[in-house]
């Protein structure tokens, strides 16, 4: 199952397998899948909307996925049997919407947050038009970083051209990788390699002012699609941003309970390796529930970290006739780890039960 495919971290050197983690909106783990490492998440959606159909029947739920999911077929496939959805979509539709952008009627969600509802041409969806101060200005400098990096290096290239004897095509090529590496400045740039009467390379760039001011009026700016026609702006963003549940299941899955790296070399122990963690985070947001049930929030890893320094010393007596008696005891807690038990409603064992191996 180990492939070498697109990876979140950064590694393409590394084998990997993909997982699908199904939540419902309030986070708690419904199912999981296994995927080979090179299988995109695109290819994985009718497979996860038919298993959940199969193991808790085609009710009245809402699919919620981001950009990455999403393809034409894919919105077939949900539209096919009615299915309701709310989905992320590419940048590149903001365009279609850009008049929309000065426009009245935008509902504020939360300070900093705007989103207007906008119907598609075709009348059988929505589209949910967000606009968040926050990202805005993360979007802008990460912009300008680029920007500024792209920048500095045609300024030097343009200097190496003027200094040495290079030829077009490995300007060019050197071009190329320059904007593959700033690539989110690239399209602001029109950046042309001649040739001179020499036979040296020639370097010149131009910013294109037309494509910079719609950076700056679409930046902190997405674009959702729903087929749902009775809810609000504010219910719809509301509903999407749960992924965000999603998430930071993973985030939990990686870092929390250490579900990688993954040494296992048959596939159904890899299996057995994901299903081990799945439950683990099952038991933690079962945790999670009971701490906001007791008015502890709803993050336990702070609970996790309390209970971990309880220790358990084994007692150890010896007999007459030779045999040891063992028996592990339950240190008593402190202070603050009775009261979070108490809250809680958990009650320590005085011992617990060994095992000989």
Avoid at 70 to 75: F, L
Avoid at 210 to 232: Q, V
Avoid at 259 to 279: E, N, S, T, Y
Avoid at 300 to 318: G, H, K, N, S, W
Wanted: net charge positive.
């Amino acid at each position: 199952m180990a492939r070498r495919g697109y990876s979140r971290d950064h590694r393409p050197d590394c084998q990997q397998v993909c997982i699908a983690l199904v939540v419902s909106k309030e986070g708690m783990p419904l199912a999981h899948r296994v995927f080979a490492g090179n299988r995109s998440d695109v290819s994985t959606v009718e497979e996860i909307v038919e298993l959940i159909e199969q193991q808790y029947g085609a009710a009245d739920r809402i699919w919620v996925m981001d950009r990455g999911m999403v393809s034409e077929e894919n919105v077939a496939f949900l539209k096919a049997r009615d299915r309701r959805y709310i989905l992320g979509t590419p940048k590149s539709q903001l365009r279609r919407y850009e008049r929309h952008f000065g426009e009245e009627g935008w509902e504020t969600v939360r300070e900093g947050l705007e989103v207007k509802r906008c119907p598609s041409p075709e009348g059988e969806e929505t589209f949910l038009l967000c606009r968040s101060q926050e990202r805005r200005a993360k979007e802008e400098a990460m912009r300008a970083k680029f920007e500024e990096r792209l920048e500095e290096g045609l300024t030097k290239l343009a200097t190496a051209c003027e200094t040495r004897k290079l030829t077009p095509v490995h300007v060019a090529q050197r071009v190329g990788r320059l904007l593959g590496k700033n690539t989110r400045a690239e399209k602001l740039f029109a950046v042309a390699v001649r040739t001179q009467e020499d036979g040296r390379a020639a370097l010149s760039w131009k910013k294109q002012e037309e494509r910079r001011e719609w950076a700056r009026l679409s930046e902190g700016c997405y674009l959702l699609r729903t087929n749902i026609s009775d809810w609000s702006g504010e219910a719809l963003w509301r509903a999407y941003i749960q992924l965000t549940q999603a998430e930071a299941a993973f985030r939990i899955h990686k870092q929390d309970l250490s579900l990688r790296p993954l040494w296992h070399q048959k596939a159904d122990r890899v299996r057995a390796h994901i299903l081990v963690c799945f439950l683990a985070y099952v038991l933690w947001k079962a945790l999670g529930l009971l701490c906001a049930r007791a008015g502890l929030g709803d993050e336990p890893r702070l609970v996790f970290e309390e209970f971990a320094q309880i220790r358990t010393v084994d007692v150890v007596l010896p007999t007459k006739r030779g045999p040891e008696l063992r028996r592990r005891c339950v240190a008593q807690p402190t202070k603050h780890q009775a009261i979070l038990l108490q809250r809680l409603g958990m009650t320590l064992p005085t011992h617990l039960k060994t095992h000989e191996v």
